[in-house]
């Protein structure tokens, strides 16, 4: 009877999500699972370049011998870069190969971490904060005003190849939310880069994209011209004196 009325509560929760807006679950955690296409299927052959392969020895020689599974970030980053930017599921199969687990164990660490791209992405891509502190703080309109201004959904790449726009969990910078990651690949998928854009406004991070298509560099870090890093707006109102140094004790006395 109670796994019965847990079955019904489920079905009904199930529906209820499905009813819900598609613009209000657009910030729901980045794509889990895996879907099939041409350039992305089990099927394809993927191994390491000659030249990668001497790096993977180099990488597996830093672990024990019975700890190889140890490898596997490092593994997946370098099949990202010789991949261009992104990571096929028959590269995390090579991967799992040569650390000899199962490749469900690769999975879950290439859906878990954001810097693993599982589906291309633009020679920049742009990563929107959609923690607590960056969604009070507006991140969900930021998203809107990249996705409006480019003309593509999240995870999509415009036509030109130079942008595409996802999202990333907690970047560490909670006191200049919102805020967004460039990851760069303009240099190469092995010279990428990540920036970080933080107090911004859509109408800034619309700035970032248009500096960034006329080749240029914005300068990284808070974006009000207010602040000084993480400061507050304005500059301080204490701490205004050089801080004084703790008392010297006779720590044989106490």
Known sequence: MLGHLAAQRLREIRQAFRQIPQASRSFSTALNYHLDSPDNIVDLPWEFTDANKEKVKEIISHYPSNYKQSAVIPLLDLAQQQHGG?????AMNA????????????????TFYSMFNRTKVGQYHLLVCGTTPCMIRGSREIE???????????????????FSVGEMECMGSCVNAPMITVADYSNGSEGYTYNYYEDVT???????VEALRRGEKP????????????????GNTT????????????????
């Open 86 to 90: 992104w990571l096929p599921v028959s």
């Open 95 to 110: 991967v799992a190969k040569i650390i000899e687990v199962a490749p469900i164990r690769v999975y879950e660490v290439a």
């Open 144 to 162: 809107d005003a990249l996705l409006g201004h480019l003309g593509v959904k999240r995870n999509e790449v415009t036509k030109d190849g130079l």
């Open 202 to 208: 859509p109408k800034r991070v619309v700035e970032i």
């Open 219 to 234: 300068l990284r870090g808070t974006q009000n011209p207010k602040r000084i890093n993480s400061g507050p707006e304005g």
């Open 239 to 254: 701490l205004l004196s050089e801080p004084k140094a703790p008392p010297c004790r006779d720590l044989d006395a106490c």
